[in-house]
């Protein structure tokens, strides 16, 4: 059974720091893409970063290009997000995905989500 737990969402001020975590059980990180994504009230759910599974492709949305990192830890299985210099605009729910392909399917696996409020 794959799992993915998120934490480390929490209301911060303005231009402060919060870092999430992924913990991902029943596959293992290092072998598979996992990417952040975040869903702002009233709003689709939008890409934020994503790690390839070989850990050396990064990707990141624009707007967080130089304030978000993604990275990982693979003795622990865990995918990270470090967020610095919030601002209210990155208020929402972020949850993480782990992707996957299993005989030529794709196939997506998401947490329940954390919120983040950022307030001005």
């Known amino acids: 059974q794959v799992q993915l737990v998120e934490s480390g969402g929490g209301e911060v001020q303005a231009g402060k720091s919060l870092r999430l975590s992924c913990e991902v059980s029943g596959r293992t990180v290092s072998s598979r893409d996992v990417a952040w994504y975040r869903q702002a009230l009233g709003k689709d759910r939008n890409f934020v970063a994503r790690?390839?599974?070989?850990?050396?492709?990064?990707y990141y949305e624009d707007s967080v290009k130089g304030r978000f990192t993604i990275s990982r830890d693979d003795a622990k299985n865990v995918v990270y997000l470090q967020m610095i210099s919030l601002k209210p605009e990155d208020t929402a729910i972020y949850y993480c995905?782990?992707?996957?392909?299993?005989?030529?399917?794709?196939?997506?696996?998401w947490g329940q989500g954390t919120q983040v409020t950022v307030s001005s």
């Open positions: 995905a782990l992707h996957e392909m299993v005989a030529y399917a794709s196939h997506t696996y």
């Open positions: 790690i390839s599974g070989s850990g050396d492709l990064l």
